[in-house]
């Protein structure tokens, strides 16, 4: 079955930096596009980043432009979130996802598979 594993997160300071992992495994990973999602608490589930089949192209919330980095390995079915300049507001679960199909997601309903969430503390 699909199963996604986040890994990576922690504790860091205010413009420190941080890289999240995702291992994805029970799919054809190279053939999904992937996400990264972020819920801090009493806030809703929001996507961060997704990344095209072939890490050829990405999408990023205006909040991540120019901060984070998604990437992926697809020989590995690892999906990356390179995270630098960090702020207090990112705080958050961190969670990956991929939807059915594999297409593009980037609201929380559109996605079908989630992994357990890492989370993400920035000190101020």
């Known amino acids: 079955q699909v199963q996604l594993v986040e890994y990576g997160g922690g504790l860091v300071q205010a413009g420190g930096s941080l890289r999240l992992s995702c291992a994805a495994s029970g799919f054809t990973f190279s053939t999904y596009y992937m996400s990264w999602f972020r819920q801090a608490p009493g806030k809703e589930r929001e996507c961060v980043a997704a990344?095209?089949?072939?890490?050829?192209?990405?999408y990023y919330a205006d909040s991540a432009k120019g901060r984070f980095t998604i990437s992926r390995d697809n020989a590995k079915n690892t999906v990356y979130l390179q995270m630098n300049s960090l702020k207090p507001e990112d705080t958050a679960v961190y969670y990956c996802?991929?939807?059915?199909?594999?297409?593009?997601?980037?609201?929380?309903?559109?996605?079908?598979?989630w992994g357990q969430g890492t989370q993400v503390t920035v000190s101020s």
């Open positions: 990344i095209s089949r072939s890490g050829s192209s990405a």
């Open positions: 996802a991929t939807g059915p199909g594999g297409l593009l997601v980037t609201t929380a309903s559109q996605a079908y598979y």
